[in-house]
């Protein structure tokens, strides 16, 4: 089974214990839900190259690089540093995370409490969650 998208194609297994627990949880609509995870990646990728052309986003994302680098957490930019950390342990215990005690977010950090820009702040909200 193949599904098309406008700039990929993905197939799956016709028959087998995928194919046979993918028709039990979706019956006939294998296919469709298939083309509809296609379209949203495609649709998302989409976005993230829309938004990194924005003047304002690659601002943020300067300021976040520079208060991160004060910090001493040198990193390139929120998706790539939560790209590294691919658990919630790893998140929750990285330094780099501003959830951690010496993470930039810290009590006594010179980042703490109105040291990040607003744009920043809402950037690394929406990474960190």
């Known amino acids: 089974m193949t599904a098309k998208g406008s700039r990929m194609s993905v197939s799956r297994p016709g028959d087998g214990c995928l194919a046979e627990a993918e028709t039990r949880l979706l019956g006939d609509g294998r296919m469709r839900w298939l083309q509809v995870r296609i379209m949203l990646f495609e649709g998302q990728e989409q976005a993230r190259q829309d938004v990194e052309k924005n003047a304002a986003f690659r601002a943020a994302t300067t300021r976040w690089r520079q208060c991160m680098e004060q910090a001493g957490f040198p ?8 790209g590294t950390l691919r658990t919630d342990e790893a998140r929750r215990t ?33 990474v960190w969650g």
């Open 75 to 82: 990193q390139q930019d929120p998706v790539k540093l939560l």
């Open 94 to 126: 990285s330094p780099a995370c501003c959830t951690h005690p010496r993470g930039p977010g810290a009590a006594g950090s010179a980042h703490r409490g109105g040291g990040h820009s607003r744009g920043t702040d809402a950037r690394r909200s929406t």
